[in-house]
């Protein structure tokens, strides 16, 4: 790699150096990069300006060689460009091959994202910034030939938002809650399994998620069959359900952080299982329940990541609206078949 373009890459986008390795020769084809003209492309940037209007904020799809994006960094002096390039190869040998250091320096050059597994931080950086519009936008050859995946990744995007904005309003709602179970918990930490202990334990079992509805009684007895051939992991409240009709689940997660959870586990029975609490989860249920559990950490939990030294490498569990999604997570970290 040109040594200009590294220096820069650890210096703003660190996490595309920690990420890929960058020292192992190149062994790529030619056609893992998208060439551009050289010069300016003012039908493309035309039909762009059309899109962005007055937006702030510019999403682009596709890095290439640097071309493109220069052209919008010139015409659009006064917004900020957040880059995602799929082709992990083609940014490979691009900075491998042309110094474009000034380019990945320049201010407004705000976010690089490299490859599927980065996108989702680039979705959360453009939650946290967006005060101001947003335009999406393509490289000519993403317009022109496969504008199908820049209406995927909007469609996405929109999705992750609309997540987004709905857990930061339950986070305002019951953030002097969570902040008191983050530090109760933290004792449990010493003497309790974290979910990390548990990581592929039951590879290839089958997983059955149960979630309070309308339709759970209706589904009892074929979860009461099933319970022989699979894991049961009860989401919550249904917990109170399966026991009712003498299903004992083999996994039950919690993870709503108000006091008044703990009357869905005022009985005893409703205890029994395996119990997987998050740290945002109201503390006196797991107190309650002493042995047989395990922990697992929110991601958006800072105080207990700090004292417990967990990094964003360190598996943490997503917040989501309903614990359902708490349950499906728990369900990928253990094993990989699941039923809904």
């Given at each position: ?185 933290l004792h449990e930490s010493l003497t309790t399994h974290s979910i990390e202990e548990m990581f ?141």
């Amino acid at each position: 790699m040109i040594k200009e373009n590294f220096e820069v890459l650890k210096q703003r986008f660190p996490h595309i150096v920690e990420k890929y390795e960058f020292s192992n020769p190149l062994n790529m084809k030619q056609d893992h990069i998208m060439y551009e003209l050289l010069e300016k492309d003012a039908e493309w940037l035309q039909a762009v300006n059309e899109i962005i209007g007055d937006s702030k904020i510019i999403f682009v799809y596709g890095f290439g060689l640097g071309l493109s994006i220069a052209d919008l960094l010139e015409e659009f002096p006064d917004r900020w460009l957040f880059i995602y390039e799929s082709d992990i190869d083609s940014f490979k040998r691009v900075i491998s091959e042309y110094d474009i250091s000034l380019l990945l320096s320049h201010p407004n050059l705000y976010w690089i994202s490299v490859g599927d597994h980065q996108l989702r931080m680039l979705f959360q950086l453009l939650c946290s910034y967006m005060q101001e519009s947003l335009a999406f936008i393509g490289l000519r050859t993403f317009l022109e030939e496969h504008i199908e995946l820049l209406q995927e990744v909007r469609k996405d995007f929109i999705a992750y938002k609309n997540d987004f904005h709905s857990n930061k309003l339950i986070e305002n709602r019951f953030r002097n809650e969570w902040t008191q179970n983050y530090l109760y918990h933290l004792h449990e930490s010493l003497t309790t399994h974290s979910i990390e202990e548990m990581f592929g334990t039951f590879e290839g079992f089958t997983a059955i998620i149960v979630s309070s509805g309308p339709s759970l009684t209706e589904d009892i007895d074929w979860i009461k069959k099933m319970s022989k051939h699979a894991l049961i992991i009860a989401a919550g409240s249904s917990v109170q359900a399966l026991v009712k009709h003498g299903i004992k689940p083999h996994l039950c997660v919690i993870m709503d952080g108000h006091e008044v959870n703990n009357k869905i586990f005022a009985n005893d029975s409703t205890l029994q299982s395996t119990l997987l609490f998050t740290s945002s989860s109201y503390y006196g249920i797991s107190e309650r329940k002493g042995k047989n559990k395990v922990y697992s950490i929110m991601e958006n939990d800072q105080i207990s990541q700090y004292f417990l030294q967990k990094t964003k490498s360190d598996i943490l569990m997503r917040p989501t609206p309903t614990v359902a999604g708490t349950a499906i997570q728990t369900a990928i970290f253990w094993e990989h078949h699941i039923l809904f």
